[in-house]
């Protein structure tokens, strides 16, 4: 151990004088050896000092930038999130006007003047949907509401530019409805979870799982040969008529955008 | 006296390494550092190395624009290799490589120190202590494995089987 501290006193002591020589050497013209050794002493502080500010400096200025960075890149998420949802609007709305293109083309049949309104609101359960048309577009009570398959509803309340729509699966709607073969007239009514019950169906009917059936006009509101509902079950019962369930042939759950048959002559007029 | 003009004849050597023509990379290559290198393999803590401190000084003399510097580097120099190799027990020329390359950063970075109070310090990059730690001990590894060939012994056996 001493012989270790001897080694490192030694070694420092001849580093020390070999330093002095060395500033010695390099001592300007119009200084003293000693003035050189206090230079010697006094430049590795000055020069830490000097490195210590700066590194301070370059790390404030760091810091500086990595807080603008981070605005920076704050921003851009936002104007990305901004964009993102543009984008899925625009999506919606390209959708939408698919949709729209569908609905007028759909039912080529029914040569009537029209209007076409996207969906705002919905609630399946209550058979109620709102829509983006009202009495200013010409929409007024009991107006047929159709979707590219078929029949939606009738509007029950209309607002200036919205109206409110009873579903054809609402339990309190009713639409006169007659197979595709003519063979059958009956009655839609909602059974309230999204299908149909037909009633009234006399038991000697001939009606297949699959028939379509169509509106026959008989209740005043519907122009008749519009799709409703295609039938789903179909079953004896004990009374004179049939128990038969159906689906509605318009896909409501799913439709964005309808057309309102603001022409169609049967129409009652109720404000 | 033979080791002192092998020892002279080495800084003349490393001088020319850093002679017009020759590729700048070459002055990373250390050629004294077998001589720090050798002694203290054979006795790694022999006391303070004095040799060391006439080698830097000669260094000084050749190469540096201070006498004085040179001594501290590559006394430190020394001073590391001998505790270096007083702990690791391998006397292979992968050991002489090691230490050659470990003299040859702690020479470089005790320099840089010296002249740091004098103004003369230049920033030591870690690209240059790499590659001078790898040629110096290049160099000092291949002092090693020829010392380890033993070629006098070897010599010595030849002649004594021509002679049977």
Known sequence: MTAVRTVLLRSLLLWLLLELIAAAQVRRADETVL???????????????????????????????????????GH??????????????LEEDRAALREALDVAVAMPELDTPSVVARVTWRDLAGGVMQV?????????RDTVVVAPGGVVGRVIRTAPHASWVELVTRATAAVAVRSADGGADALTVGAGNGTLRVDYLPRRSELLRGTELLTSGADGIYPPGLPVAQVTAVRESAGAFLEVTANPSAAIADTRVVRLLTGWPGRTERP | MTVAVLV???????????????????TGLLLPMAWVVAPRIRTPLAGFPMAAVALGL????????????????????????GVAAAVVADRSPATWFGLGALGGVVMLGM?????????????LGAVVLIRSALLTGAWVGLVGWILALDLPARWSRHRARRLH
Do not use: K
């Open chain 1, 35 to 73: 003035a050189s050794w206090v230079r010697a002493a006094v430049a590795p502080v000055a020069s830490a000092a000097e490195w210590l500010t700066t590194a301070g400096g370059d790390l404030r200025e760091g810091l500086r930038d990595t807080a603008r960075l981070a605005a920076e890149v």
């Open chain 1, 76 to 89: 851009l998420r936002g104007e990305l999130d901004d964009a993102e949802t543009r984008i899925r609007l």
């Open chain 1, 132 to 140: 983006s048309a009202g009495r200013l577009e010409g929409v007024v």
């Open chain 2, 8 to 26: 002279v004849l080495t800084l003349v050597a490393q001088r020319m390494l850093g002679a017009p023509g020759m590729p700048s990379w070459l």
């Open chain 2, 58 to 81: 000669g260094w000084d003399v050749l190469l540096e624009p201070v006498i004085g510097t040179g001594g501290i580097a590559w006394s430190a120099a020394a001073l590391a290799v």
């Open chain 2, 111 to 123: 320099r840089s120190l010296a002249q740091l109070p004098l103004g003369l310090a230049t920033p």
